[in-house]
């Protein structure tokens, strides 16, 4: 759910949007997913490995849209901003990093050194488009990687250098016999859950990070590991949510 409200919110700015203004990604995740489902029904699974491989690819694509967009939301802003953005920068970006280190470690500590929290120094310290450019380079040494559907963001340009190339959108075969193409959209998802499209008060958890390496006590840290401090609840308003508290259900 998340990625899929990630790319939902973030589309407008990449151009990216279709004409029922949900994300051309999650349009495309859709067909992919379909397709999965009846390659696993059928036990074609020499041709199911493409396909989970394309859909690894495209969930790259919103956490790179993310990291670009919140880096241009925060960028200048002071180390010790409680700016909520800084966290939903922060943990996009070291979501994605593991990829775009193992094809240029030079772009991978470019975004590392722009979206880690700052301590000294305002935030995005090289500007935004140096993180642009950062991606652009790393992603044009992944194969067949579909830059088109990343597009451009506001005032940056387009992320990826050779925008337009042919995209490996044909490769997925015709599934039109498999679901209506009517259902290529965000209803599609809409009917089997909910979609959350609003993430921005649990992405502030990641401040929590900040700052427990930033006290100066035990016992401050502690506290703020066990009880939270910067993102609200939703079910319980006038309470935090914490990292403590993610340990305890991820058990």
């Known amino acids: 759910q998340a990625l899929y409200a990630l790319a939902y919110d973030v589309c407008e700015s990449f ?17 992919l997913l379909v397709q999965a489902q009846t390659m696993i029904e059928n036990r074609q699974c020499l041709d199911l490995e493409n396909i989970v491989e394309l859909i690894e690819e495209v969930m790259l694509i919103p956490l790179i849209q993310g990291t670009l967009y919140f880096a241009a939301q925060i960028e200048g802003e002071d180390s010790d901003s409680s700016n909520g953005d800084i966290g939903a920068a922060y943990v996009l970006a070291n ?22 929290f700052q301590v000294d120094t305002n935030h995005v310290k090289d500007g935004t488009s140096a993180v642009v ?77 900040r700052d427990i390496i930033s006290s100066t006590s035990i016992s401050d840290a502690r506290s703020i590991y066990s009880d939270g401090k910067n993102s609200l609840n939703e079910a319980e308003s006038s309470s935090f949510a914490s990292l403590g508290g993610l340990g305890i259900i991820a058990k």
């Open 133 to 209: 450019k950062a991606f652009s380079r790393a992603l044009a040494e992944i194969d067949n990687f579909d830059c088109d559907l990343v597009g451009e963001l506001d005032d940056y340009g387009p992320v990826c250098e050779d925008e337009g190339d042919e995209s490996d959108a044909d490769d997925v075969k015709d599934v039109k016999d498999v679901i209506h193409v009517s259902e290529y959209t965000s209803d599609y998802f809409v009917n089997i859950y909910e979609p959350k499209l609003d993430t921005s008060e649990q992405l502030k958890i990641a401040l929590d990070i």
């Open 95 to 116: 979501s994605v990093l593991p990829y775009i280190d193992m094809v240029d470690k030079n772009a991978a500590t470019i975004i590392s050194d722009n979206t880690q």
């Open 15 to 31: 151009d990216e949007c279709n004409a029922t203004s949900d994300s051309e990604v999650n349009v495309k995740m859709a067909k």
